[in-house]
């Protein structure tokens, strides 16, 4: 039913009405055989419009019948997983389809030999893995030894107990952490197991663990230990960018994000409605700012003033003064002389560029034709004027308008940012303070040497070679010339403190000879019978022959007897010095 | 000397390893026959060298080495210029050992002034025992072998010889150009890329300077300093002991 049949309805004359009709009629008996299985009246109805319903011819499955082949077998065949880790202890059964392959594969193996016979016996009594069992993936847990993480992973926060019990949670649940942070309950093994309950109770077990504090100690794990697998410089791009991630984890913006979500989640109708407005006013002042910074640039080009690199000392006197003034004349007149003879265009301010790099070159160029001008000009103003200025002084600013030009004419790129990677590799590294040239690495350690007097430097090598430790170091790297220092200023320590002892050594031999002297003399006085009460007959010894050395000895003692009070530093230092042989001795029995 | 290149660069400081040292060989009619002309007192062939670690190129910041060998070699002070991609080598012929002045020039761009390392020429086996020296007598084909390791630090280098320092190892992030923008890595057959400051990770024939070698000789300082450490504090025991002694000897003279 179209328009035109109501219209025919209702009587209602249509502007071709003659027209009309006849040609949709021919048109519509011309679709109409194509439609097949509906009633006339059915399409009638359509009139001028594709009907919309298209009858739908439906095939049943015929073919099926037309094979011959015998229905697929299926059979329940036991299965097992290997992702349970119970060794297939549970075997369940489910349907499957009967292989052609499987029983002749079993026919071949029966007859077959007897080294054969074990293997499918093996195969049939197995039962196939679950497909699913591929899916049951884990991650990988860094590993370290004892060693390893007393060499790396100290923390001062972190026992080794809490950071295996962290690693272990982390194997367990797949690095999901918020199943890690729930079930995170450290308990660190001297509470539960050296505390009475009552200590137990003031003891916090371990201290709580932000999710954060857990994730930053996890990822530091896995940075180092995947930096001590690979060096730095021997990883990949995929490896080190997972480094890099890993090592730039911040618990503290993590924190502040969670924070900020938070928030955003927390607030009110309100309150989102006055951020929205905020957010809105914020962006109009920008491109308001924006605007305004346009239109100051703007007019800082039109203020159009050279620029000047050069310090301003060389204008302070009053010659240099006049002399800033006749340039600034000469290069004003020209402006204007070239101002009449190009467009004002090619003018551009100088001093207007815009700081990109892009623009850097052809703003150099400019500069430099101020410059020439700039010289051209002067001289110029030379001959005409003969000014008192001295010729053969260049203006400052054309003296070194050049010399600047070359230094950003040169291609002089930004010095890139190395990344991290980078710096490993090309060996870069920063200090505080360096004396500029070039050294050897092992110059230092060369230095370490010749700070020391040559007796010193004897007695640590000797220390040293005890060691084992060759004279030179097999490889100086960075890392074992650190580790040498350590090892020097120990050994240094070392040696001073066996000084020490052979000192003492010596004064103690030197107070037990005297007290045996002060021994002697009281048993001549009093009683002989009293044997020499200081111990070993070794330093009984020692103290006979500092006696025996000479008569000037024995003098000497006897005077510091006489005189008891005074008998301190003095005489120590004397002996000391007349002990040293003693002393040496004693230091190679001590070595011994 | 070259002009100057920008600014030194404060505080930085990049290394390269290398290695300089010598190998000698005795004559032997067999295996090291003597080439005609040496004169007859001579008894080794031997070598010295300076070459990058793992055999890669050194010359984009090596120019030239000089040797100063023995005054009494004629001609003793020799020039070697850079090849690239090759090793400074002097072959020479002698009879003693003398310690030789190794003098390296550097690359004009880096404005640096040459340096210079002595090493002692070694012709005989040697070594702190007998059996050191025997076992150098039998490996190596009789060859001496006298190598060092060495790290070249260049401190606060000038700008553009910052530049050629700090590229050519990786290809360049930004391709330029297109030329050179798809090249592979290049590397040495112990890992290590070209014109990097890298150490081979594990020991091969030929090459003893690597990681491995450092990491051991790191865990052999670590031993000896556990050492250090109770001997200092078994000394410092006897020390305190000492003085006590010291003490109750002087207390005693006092008062007698």
């Known amino acids: ?592 | 000397m070259a002009p100057q290149q920008g600014k030194r660069l404060k505080g930085t400081q990049i290394f390269r390893p290398f290695i300089y040292g010598t190998t000698a060989l005795p004559f032997h009619p067999l295996h090291n026959p003597k080439p005609p002309g040496v004169p007859d007192d001579h008894t080794h062939s031997w070598t010295v060298f300076v070459k990058g670690i793992d055999d890669v190129d050194t010359t984009y910041w090596l120019r030239r080495v000089q040797f100063k060998l023995h005054e009494s070699i004629p001609n003793h002070v020799r020039m070697v210029e850079g090849e690239k991609g090759k090793a400074f080598v002097l072959h020479e012929t002698g009879w003693g050992e003398f310690e030789i002045a190794i003098k390296l020039y550097y690359v004009p761009e880096s404005s640096e002034k040459p340096q210079t390392l002595y090493h002692h020429l070694r012709l005989h086996p040697y070594g702190r025992t007998e059996e050191e020296k025997e076992i150098m007598r039998t490996t190596n084909n009789g060859q001496v072998i006298s190598w060092s390791y060495e790290e070249q630090l260049f401190n606060e280098p000038y700008e553009s010889f910052y530049e050629i320092l700090t590229s050519g190892a990786l290809p360049a992030v930004p391709p330029k150009g297109g030329k050179g923008a798809k090249e592979k890595l290049v590397r040495s057959a112990g890992g290590v890329l070209e014109r990097s400051a890298m150490i081979p990770l594990v020991n091969r024939p030929g090459q003893m300077f690597s990681r491995e070698t450092e990491q051991v000789e790191i865990k052999k300082l670590k031993e000896a300093m556990i050492k250090i450490e109770e001997m200092a504090r078994k000394t410092k025991d006897e020390v305190e002991k000492k003085e006590k002694r010291l003490k109750e000897l002087k207390a005693d003279s006092a008062k007698g």
């Open chain 1, 1 to 592: 039913m179209t328009s035109r049949d109501v219209h025919d309805v209702l009587n209602i004359p249509s502007d071709h009405s003659g027209v009309g009709r006849p040609s949709k009629k021919q048109k519509s008996s011309a679709i109409r055989p194509n439609l097949k299985g509906l009633a006339r009246e059915v399409q009638n109805l359509s009139g001028d419009n594709p009907i919309a319903i298209v009858p739908e011819v439906s095939f049943f499955k015929k073919r099926r019948l037309a094979s011959r082949k015998p229905a697929t077998k299926w059979e329940l065949k036991p299965f097992t997983n290997s992702a349970r880790g119970d060794d297939g202890a549970l075997v369940l059964r489910h349907w499957r389809r009967k292989t052609e392959d499987g029983p002749p594969a079993d026919v071949d193996s029966q007859p077959g030999e007897n080294e054969a016979e074990g293997s499918s016996v093996t195969k049939v009594e197995k039962p196939e893995d679950s497909a699913f069992a591929k899916f049951n993936v884990h991650v990988q847990i860094p590993q370290y030894t004892d060693d390893q993480y007393h060499s790396n992973l100290q923390s001062s926060t972190w026992t080794k107990e809490e950071t295996d019990y962290l690693l272990e949670l982390a194997k367990d649940y797949d690095l999901r952490w918020a199943i890690i942070w729930d079930r995170y309950d450290f308990q660190p093994k001297g509470a539960s197991g050296d505390f009475t309950d009552g200590s137990n109770a003031l003891v916090p077990a371990g201290e709580p663990r932000t999710m954060e504090d857990l994730k930053a100690r996890y990822y530091e794990i896995s940075a180092k230990m995947m930096a001590v697998q690979t060096p730095v410089q021997y990883m990949n791009r995929s490896e080190f960018e997972l480094f890099e991630m890993v090592q730039k984890f911040d618990p503290e913006q993590e924190k502040r994000r969670k924070q900020f979500a938070l928030n955003t989640m927390a607030r009110n109708k309100d309150e989102a409605r006055e951020e929205e407005s905020l957010l809105l006013e914020v962006k109009r002042i920008v491109a308001r700012t924006e605007r305004f910074n346009e239109e100051r640039r703007e007019l800082y080009n039109r203020l159009d003033y050279p620029a000047t690199e050069t310090d301003i000392n060389s204008f302070k006197s009053s010659a240099g003064l006049q002399n800033l003034l006749q340039t600034l004349m000469t290069s004003d007149k020209a402006k204007k002389q070239r101002k009449q003879a190009m467009g004002p265009g090619d003018v551009a301010s100088p001093s207007s560029a815009v700081p990109t790099s892009a623009v850097s070159e052809t703003h150099a160029n400019r500069r430099e034709s101020i410059a020439a001008s700039a010289v051209s000009n002067h001289h110029r103003a030379d001959s005409d004027a003969r000014t008192p200025a001295t010729p053969a002084e260049p203006t400052p600013t054309s003296a070194t308008a050049p010399a600047a030009n070359k230094k950003k004419g040169a291609p002089q790129p930004e010095r890139r940012k190395l990344t991290q990677q980078e710096e490993q590799i090309y060996g870069v590294s920063y200090h505080d303070r360096l004396g500029s040239g070039p050294t050897f690495r092992y110059e230092k350690i060369n230095k370490l040497y010749s700070h020391k007097s040559g007796q010193q430097q004897l007695r640590i090598t000797n220390v040293l070679s005890e060691l084992g430790i060759p004279p030179r170091l097999v490889m100086p790297t960075a890392q074992v010339t650190a580790q040498f220092e350590l090892l020097w200023t120990a050994v240094t320590s070392l040696v001073d403190l066996r000084k020490v002892n052979d000192r003492l050594d010596g004064e103690i031999k030197i107070e037990e000879a005297k007290k045996a002297e002060r021994d002697k003399v009281r048993g001549v006085v009093v009683s002989p019978a009293t044997p020499a009460t200081n111990g070993t007959g070794d330093k009984e010894e020692g103290g006979a022959e500092t006696n025996g050395e000479g008569g000037k000895d024995q003098q000497k003692t006897d005077q510091d007897k006489k005189r008891p009070g005074s008998s301190g530093g003095s005489s120590h230092k004397r002996s000391a010095s007349v002990l040293s042989s003693v002393s040496d001795k004693s230091a190679k029995r001590q070595k011994k």
